[in-house]
């Protein structure tokens, strides 16, 4: 989402604070009438129109202009009285939707969701199955009773300890995991939380419930002693005795969610880390650079970034050197020259002066774009290029395949691009969710609740729109397909 890292957000929200202050100055002063969501709402509908960089294209035509005067009419009207947070949220969520920009929202840690119908999920849960063991005790007399059994067959543990759950066979290749202890009225003992259907040697379709009984099916994998359900979480066998235990190879390459792992001979992943992880980009140089051999070893590599909601771009940039085949150009956005960006990327350029890092990345185009805003205020002004220049592109590998799915946007979906600049890349996946086309996000404080704005005050410079359309993968996975990794593999086998 934010380019600049959660360290230089920080330092920068006491400088917004500051500006939000001195900008309401300039405003007409507030009645004492006016209720917080009002207060709230008009600072947005300021700062959206004086700042936003997509206010002028998405208003331009007559009509558009028009269904915005309506909907802003109204709003207004609905906030007029309204000082409660949560009715506030959904409300001035609604007006910025008529942007159709995942860049542009009420910035806050937990953000409203509107209730469910609790006859909804009682729903949901009477058509969930559950299995006659009770408790603990029960299945361990069941276990103890029986030989021979599949070591998948047991009572597995989270590593957060939240869930103890008792696994059973219940076909060929077959398993389903229940709760071995009541969690709520609706999830008691005995309830399923997810199946398992194995598609080869201890990889298996995991058909997950989530807390509200909504499912998701993900890829499993059984790593001796350990299960692990991609992007949920990590089991631990406890009983029976596991037959063998995960080696300190297994621990560092094989079981985290974030990793380097030879997936056979020609073969490679990285899983990368989502890009708003702090020091996402050290993170991500630390892996390759621990695993150069394996890469520059293998003849394909495999990046995953499905379900990677994008954050820093640097953080991409460790793996140029293994995609790269040329020159790799990071367009610069078309930034909109407002009074209020340019001071808000002033204080920006101030509060990375103490930081050496972050100033060596991000001082060069600040100070360009501060330059370029000051003398053309009212206009867009075209940030820098930035390129990725390496003198020869190295032996391995030859070929790289990055996963993406509905859930890579905003940077993530950006970086993908900038890596099919390569001969050597190709997209495989589903297409991606088409959230990169305002760019350079920073957030204002509003009056009330401690809540803060979202926005972004550039335009991709790229030729083709992606918001709300997407990257359309050179390869698509099938839908039928749970293991996308051993897919990849198997095709850039093959190509």
């Known amino acids: 989402m934010k380019k600049i890292t959660f360290l230089i957000s920080v330092l920068l929200l006491e400088f917004n604070w500051g500006i939000a202050q001195e900008t309401k100055k300039t405003n007409p002063p507030e009645t004492k009438k006016q209720s917080l969501c009002s207060r709230n709402f008009e600072e947005t509908y300021e700062k959206v129109s004086r700042n936003y960089a997509g206010w002028g294209e998405k208003t331009a035509s007559t009509k558009d202009k028009k269904r915005l005067e309506n909907l802003t009419k109204e709003t207004r009207e609905k906030v007029s009285n309204v000082n409660e947070a949560s009715e506030c949220y959904f409300i001035i969520t609604d007006w910025l939707s008529f942007f159709e920009d995942g860049h542009l929202f009420i910035n806050i840690p937990n953000p409203y969701q509107r209730p469910e119908p609790e006859e909804e999920k009682a729903k949901r849960a009477s058509q969930v199955p559950s299995m006659a063991f009770k408790s603990e005790e029960q299945f361990i007399n069941f276990l103890d009773k029986k030989k021979d059994l599949p070591e998948m067959v047991g009572i597995w543990e989270t590593e957060d300890k ?9 076909g060929s290749g077959a ?3 229940f709760l071995l202890e009541k969690k709520d009225e609706l999830w008691t003992a005995g309830k399923t939380k997810f199946t398992l259907k194995e598609s080869f040697k ?7 419930l989530y807390y509200d009984f909504t499912s998701e099916t993900k890829f499993a994998r059984r790593v001796k002693n350990y299960l692990v359900i991609d992007d949920i ?4 066998k406890v009983y029976p005795e596991p037959t063998e235990l995960v080696s300190n190879e297994d621990i560092l390459s094989r079981l985290p969610d974030y990793r380097v792992e030879k997936i056979d001979d ?12 702090y020091e996402a980009a050290d993170y991500i140089l630390d892996m390759v650079n621990k695993n150069r051999q394996l890469i520059t070893m293998s003849e394909n590599l495999i990046v995953d970034m499905r379900n990677n909601p994008g954050g820093d771009e640097n953080a991409f940039a460790a793996l140029y050197p293994y995609i790269a085949d040329g020159p790799i150009v990071r367009k610069g956005g078309m930034f909109r020259a407002t009074e209020e960006n340019l001071v808000l990327l002033t204080h920006e350029l101030e509060s990375i002066q103490s930081f050496p890092k972050y100033k060596r990345i991000l001082a060069p185009k600040l100070n360009e774009v501060i330059a370029k805003m000051r003398n053309n205020m009212g206009q867009d002004v075209q940030g820098p290029d930035k ?4 003198v020869k592109a190295t032996k391995y590998p030859q070929k790289v395949a990055i996963l993406v799915n509905e859930n890579t946007a905003s940077t ?12 050597k890349t190709i997209i495989m996946g589903t297409r991606t969710k088409g959230l990169a086309d305002y760019i350079e996000v920073r957030d204002w404080g509003l009056p009330a609740f ?4 979202a926005m972004g005050m550039a335009k991709s410079s790229r030729d083709k729109e992606l918001d709300n359309k997407g990257i359309k993968p050179d390869v698509k996975v099938p839908k039928k397909e749970v293991d996308w990794v051993s897919y990849a593999a198997e095709y850039l086998s093959k190509k």
């Not at 979480?233 to 631990?236: F, I, P, Q, S, T």
Request: proline share 4%; glycine share 2%; aromatic share 16%.
């Open 162 to 170: 939240n869930y103890r759950l008792g696994i059973t066979q219940t």
């Open 450 to 453: 401690s809540w803060r704005l």
């Open 175 to 177: 398993f389903s995991a």
């Open 233 to 236: 979480y990590r089991m631990k």
């Open 266 to 277: 020609k073969t490679t992943l990285i899983k990368l880390p989502p890009f708003t992880m």
């Open 202 to 208: 201890d990889n298996y379709a995991a058909d997950y």
């Open 412 to 423: 993530a979906e950006s970086v993908t691009l900038e890596a099919k600049q390569s001969s």
């Open 387 to 390: 390129v990725f220049q390496y």
